[in-house]
């Protein structure tokens, strides 16, 4: 396998850290036994659990008004995969990665297949894009492509994901996340009831043609590029779409897609009880769809989605198996980094979730015990999960604090020799 990172530099940097480590886990191990908490279980859940990189996500991303690229931006869907793989070396909690058709249509899949192999990763949902125009296209989406009034324009948007189907299927993949930025900026401008059916005959042909083990993803957003209604605009909609088209079909939760105040971890229960909860992007916003890194804003909110999460893995909810992917967009800092500390982010809020005594919990809620109800949780969210964390990763090779490990690799300056400024591929926010 190829590592990015000197094996001896992660080597000594964890030896450095390794006595102190040690002390703090078996410090939380006194503490969590004292709740009847068996901190090695934690680890291990710690240490299956994966979340996926977004290909788009190791790029420099932009607003509406400007992107300002950073140095050693990957140029190729090559370049995207090793910086990957470093996200991966150095956290061993991204296994997967998400591919975005077209920015990273391969010439020959097998050699995707290859490369990601030989960096030790696979590849998790594909994600198609109908919401911007190619060179080549025929047909523009300006007004719309799944749902647009011209049946020659949804005829090559379905084109397009079936595309994306076949180029999954040859790379391993098994789902396909659809996100439509179809919609309206003015009253009047769109009959929503005609846009719905016309979505929902094209993804009909789009649900035809999924092999038999694949899932189909849709993903709502509220608002934007659409600044007056958009088509499949919240999880209502998602819901009705994914009944609608048949058992392979689920909603997919990006955190930074609702109103604001909605209540995102009652959108999850909810689509967990009728079992169509097909999977996540995790970022974090203040105000929209700011695409910022998971945990930034609320830490809390994400911990609350964990508990969900949680709960439906301990009462062995039939056929739940959600996928937990990263979408984030990079202005002001380094994507690997920015990305690793995403994923450990995740990963916290799972382990804390793990942490939630789940039977004083529901005995409180019989109880109707407000209050204490709420401190179970906070005294879950309030414990300090790092070493679990960093003990999972020091025992997978990877590196106890993975920022400080790739800073003194000097990874980015390396690259930046070989890829010259200005060649960065497109890189956008869904
Ligand atoms: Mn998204």
Redo the contacts with the bound molecule.
């Keep these: 396998m190829t590592q990015a990172i000197s094996t001896d530099l992660v080597g000594s940097h964890n030896q450095d850290r390794r006595d102190a480590i040690r002390s703090e886990y078996d410090a939380l191990g006194e503490i969590l036994d004292r709740r009847d908490v068996d901190i090695d279980d934690i680890r291990d859940k710690v240490a299956a659990y994966g979340v996926a990189v977004p290909s788009w996500g190791v790029g420099t991303g932009g607003t509406r008004f400007a992107r300002f690229p950073g140095p050693g931006e990957p140029r190729t869907i090559f370049e995207k995969l090793d910086d990957c793989g470093v996200i991966h070396q150095l956290t061993a909690a991204t296994p997967n990665v998400s591919l975005h058709i077209p920015w990273d249509r391969p010439d020959d899949p097998a050699e995707l297949r290859d490369k990601a192999a030989s960096l030790g990763l696979g590849f998790d949902a594909m994600n198609s894009n109908t919401f911007q125009d190619q060179n080549d296209q025929p047909n523009s989406y300006k007004f719309g492509s799944l749902s647009h009034t011209d049946a020659a324009t949804r005829e090559q948007a379905v084109a397009h994901n079936l595309e994306c189907i076949e180029i999954g299927a040859a790379i391993g993949s098994k789902a396909l996340t659809v996100?439509i930025a179809d919609g309206s900026n003015f009253p009047g401008q769109s009959h929503f009831a005609r846009a719905f059916e016309r979505y929902l005959d094209a993804m009909g042909s789009v649900y035809e043609a999924l092999p038999g083990n694949w899932r189909l993803f849709i993903?709502h957003k509220i608002h934007e590029p659409a600044f007056y209604s958009t088509v499949i605009q919240d999880w209502g909609s998602s819901y009705l779409a994914a009944k609608e088209l048949g058992d392979k079909a689920f909603c997919l939760v990006?955190l930074g897609?609702h109103a604001p105040s909605v209540n995102i971890e009652m959108i999850v229960s909810r689509l967990i009880q009728f079992g169509k909860l097909g999977g996540f992007?995790f970022n974090d916003s203040k105000y929209g769809d700011d695409d910022l890194d998971t945990g930034s804003i609320n830490p809390y909110q994400l911990f609350l989605v964990f508990n969900e999460l949680v709960d439906a893995e301990q009462h062995r909810v039939p056929g739940f198996n959600p996928a937990h992917m990263l979408?984030q967009s990079h202005n002001v800092t380094d994507p690997i980094e920015s990305l690793m500390v995403s994923a450990m982010e995740v990963i916290r809020a799972y382990a804390q979730a793990l942490l939630i005594d789940r039977s004083a919990l529901e005995g409180y809620q019989d109880d109707n015990d407000a209050l204490m109800a709420s401190q179970t949780l906070k005294a879950a969210f309030r414990t300090d999960v790092e070493p679990i964390l960093a003990m999972a990763r020091m025992e997978s090779g990877a590196a106890v604090d993975p920022i400080s490990a790739y800073r003194q690799a000097g990874y980015r300056n390396r690259v930046a020799a070989g890829r010259p400024a200005g060649g960065g591929s497109s890189s956008g926010i869904?």
């Design positions: 996100w993903e990006d897609h992007h979408d869904v």
